[in-house]
């Protein structure tokens, strides 16, 4: 059967983001995690197709967009990724917004202000518009908070590291610079994604249901791998390189990234509240992070951080999917 699918590609400081405006499944549930998870059983397919090899590439990440269960707020999201369908997206959501006002594919019910339903929950975003030119989105991301320090595995070649595991609307495991690792600017990111292939199997086999998130436990499990450094300007905050998928180096400093390793900091006593705290990705680009205040989630101290940042449109597509004309319809990886 042939599908078509209509999409816009930008990206958001380097990483791509494409919109599906045309194509995308209907889906069931009264919730956008419930409706993840009736695509992720039914339509999965479809994020192969449009992400990987032929039609996407390793690092490939984009969005579907849904009518919002609650009339009071503007849109939901679906996360599509080489890496999985998302709970949450921050260099997604930065794109999306940025692609759908210039597009018109959203209509603000209160023009400058946006609430995005994601599978993680409620998004409140702002965003200045010049023009018909978006030039910055910041969004008031989910609860995030640090769900565990100090633990151990072995990595290959570098041997034992010690790292914290962090919640920004997924897990990410933090690498900070230490006795073998001395920080991601001593490293080429093939090794960076060659360490990270390893641990992250490693993290979840040693500490099995350890990290499920207490308020959705379909959201569980060390995804994502944030390896921190030396920034690259001085008036930078910190750098990192964040992994996720199967072999992909986020090119934006990574939205829910960012989020996981503010809230490590604030449970540090390493950042305040209302901090800027500026942070670089692997190449360099920037968001300007904040906390904007503590909070509770289950009983555990949290925070509540807001993301700024740009994207850039640069693509349109029509994109065919037919998986009986053609044996890669639904995508495939080389390494």
């Not at 995308?24 to 998870?37: A, N, T, Y």
């Not at 080429?188 to 249901?209: C, L």
């Not at 030396?230 to 199967?246: C, I, K, Q």
Request: charged fraction near 20%; charge should be neutral; aromatic fraction near 10%.
């Amino acid at each position: 059967m042939r599908s078509i699918f209509t999409c816009i590609d930008g990206h958001t400081c380097g990483n791509p983001v494409r919109v599906v405006k045309h194509g995308g499944p209907e889906l069931v549930g009264s919730s956008m995690s419930e409706k993840r998870q009736h695509f992720l059983k039914e339509f999965d397919w479809i994020r192969k197709g449009l992400m990987f090899e032929p039609r996407g590439h390793d690092m490939m990440s984009g969005v579907i967009l849904y009518p919002p269960q609650n009339p009071e707020n503007d849109f939901g999201i679906l996360f599509i990724e080489t890496s999985g369908c998302l709970p949450m997206c921050g260099h997604g959501t930065i794109g999306t917004i940025t692609i759908g006002i210039q597009e018109g594919l959203i209509i603000p019910k209160i023009p400058g202000k946006i609430k995005m339903e994601a599978p993680a929950g409620l998004v409140e975003i702002e965003y200045q518009q010049k023009g018909d030119k978006v030039e910055w989105v910041r969004l008031t991301n989910v609860k995030s908070y640090l769900a565990a320090e100090n633990l151990t595995i072995n990595c290959p070649e570098l041997g034992k590291i010690v790292f914290d595991v962090a919640y920004g609307g997924n897990f990410y495991a933090i690498v900070d610079p230490q006795k073998n690792f001395s920080g991601i600017q001593n490293y080429t990111a093939s090794k960076i994604i060659q360490y990270s292939q390893e641990v992250r199997v490693r993290i979840n086999k040693k500490y099995p249901n350890q990290f499920i998130h207490p308020e959705n436990n379909t959201i569980r499990d060390v995804s994502h791998m944030l390896w921190t450094g030396t920034p690259l300007e001085h008036t930078s905050s910190g750098r990192n390189a964040v992994f996720y998928g199967d072999k992909a180096i986020d090119r934006s400093p990574c939205g829910t990234g960012t989020s996981a390793r503010m809230a490590q900091l604030y449970a540090k006593g390493k950042l305040a509240i209302g901090e800027e705290f500026i942070h670089e990705s692997f190449i360099g680009s920037k968001f300007i992070g904040r906390i904007k205040e503590e909070t509770i989630l289950n009983g555990k101290k949290a925070i509540v951080p807001s993301i700024q940042g740009w994207a850039k449109v640069y693509g349109y597509n029509t994109i065919s999917i037919d998986d009986e004309d053609d044996p890669y319809a639904h995508g495939f990886q080389v390494i």
